[in-house]
């Protein structure tokens, strides 16, 4: 079956240091994967969305990388921030089918001060 | 421009009971999603609407059902309640239903008693 996988233990990392979340999957096939962001009792929100014909992305602090070979994807956050504190959930869009997007379960960064 | 809008925000019920929630999308956007979030599941997708017709709809009962208005309004309804439910209900726009970012609501967070 499919399966989406995020590391469910919190990532604990100290102010200014790089933050790399992982996202693996099997059985899947996406045409493209987003990461979000959640914070506590809020709906979650956009960061990034890479294509698969794309090895990388970048937008500001955040990197986002997509190996459809390992079928995985890094989202690294640099210089981060205690503000970076959050939930992070990455999404995949199946290619070739409804596009609606199946999320991991996400993983939680705290960022020491 | 205005956000995703979900009503109520908070909602406390009974086993048995029924329940319907309420999400206006962005302006412009006629694709509507549902989801349940919950911390044992991570986000489940419900269904998806488009120009009033449902096109995807997840592995839910059927006592989950929607429905989407000429003005791209969409209301969710479970009926019979189990405890179970309780849950974040999530709700997401996008223009179409053709992949791209979701833009979310703030949910509505019920609770089952």
């Known amino acids: 079956s499919q399966k989406i996988e995020q590391n469910s233990e919190a990532l604990n990392i100290q102010e200014g240091k790089t933050a790399t979340l992982t996202c693996n999957y099997t059985?899947?096939?996406?045409?493209?994967l987003q990461w979000y962001r959640q914070d506590p009792g809020r709906g979650p929100v956009f960061l990034l969305l890479?294509?698969?014909?794309?090895k990388e992305k970048r937008k500001e602090r955040l990197k986002v990388t997509f190996d459809t070979t390992l079928k995985q994807s890094l989202f690294h956050i640099t210089a981060s921030q205690p503000a970076d504190s959050a939930t992070y959930l990455c999404a995949l869009g199946a290619s070739g089918g409804s596009y609606i997007p199946t999320f991991g379960r996400g993983t939680s960064l705290i960022v020491h001060p | 421009k205005a956000g995703v809008t979900q009503t109520p925000r908070y909602l406390i019920k009974t086993r048995g009971q029924q329940v319907t929630l309420s999400c206006s999308p962005i302006?412009?956007?006629?694709?509507v999603s549902w989801y349940q979030q919950t911390p044992g599941q991570g986000l489940q997708f419900l269904f998806e609407y488009f120009s009033e017709t449902q096109r995807n709809k997840g592995n839910f009962p059927g006592r989950f059902s929607g429905r989407q208005f000429s003005n791209s309004r969409s209301e969710m309804n479970v009926s019979t309640l189990e405890l179970g439910d309780s849950a974040l209900y999530l709700c997401?726009?996008?223009?179409?239903?053709?992949?791209?970012?979701?833009?979310f609501g703030e949910g509505s967070r019920l609770t089952v008693l």
């Open positions: 890479i294509r698969e014909n794309e």
């Open positions: 997401a726009s996008r223009p179409g239903p053709g992949g791209g970012e979701l833009f």
């Open positions: 302006s412009g956007h006629r694709s």
């Open positions: 059985n899947y096939s996406p045409a493209y």
